[in-house]
């Protein structure tokens, strides 16, 4: 089992910046592949980025590319996103979760997740 835990989030202005940070432990801790999701109320939990095992290769939703920059530090167990230039339409509950195995984009791929951190942008 993994433990994930979501932290950073807040109410910012437009344009702003954050940095949300997901730490990880468990009884026995594997590197797993990680991805962060968002969900607003009445939507769907959808991607946003993820990060392979040892962070060769990173995706992004084209929603965000260019303005959130996703990475690991395994020492440390930890994953970060930085978002900067925030938007209202980013407004939302994020989620980190940890996977065994399949596509980064599918939530349904995903093993274990944190329990969300909100991110609240105001024009």
């Known amino acids: 089992q993994v433990q994930l835990v979501e932290s950073g989030g807040g109410l910012v202005q437009a344009g702003d910046s954050l940095r949300l940070s997901c730490a990880a432990s468990?009884?026995?801790?594997?590197?797993?592949?990680m991805g962060w999701f968002r969900q607003a109320p009445g939507k769907e939990r959808e991607f946003v980025a993820a990060?392979?095992?040892?962070?060769?290769?990173?995706y992004y939703a084209d929603s965000v590319k260019g303005r959130f920059s996703i990475s690991r530090d395994n020492a440390k167990n930890t994953m970060y996103l930085q978002m900067n230039s925030l938007k209202p339409e980013d407004t939302a509950v994020y989620y980190c979760g940890a996977r065994l195995r399949g596509d980064y984009q599918n939530s349904q791929s995903y093993d274990y997740w944190g329990q969300g951190t909100q991110v609240t942008v105001s024009s």
């Open positions: 990060i392979t095992s040892i962070g060769i290769a990173k």
């Open positions: 468990g009884r026995t801790f594997t590197t797993y592949p």
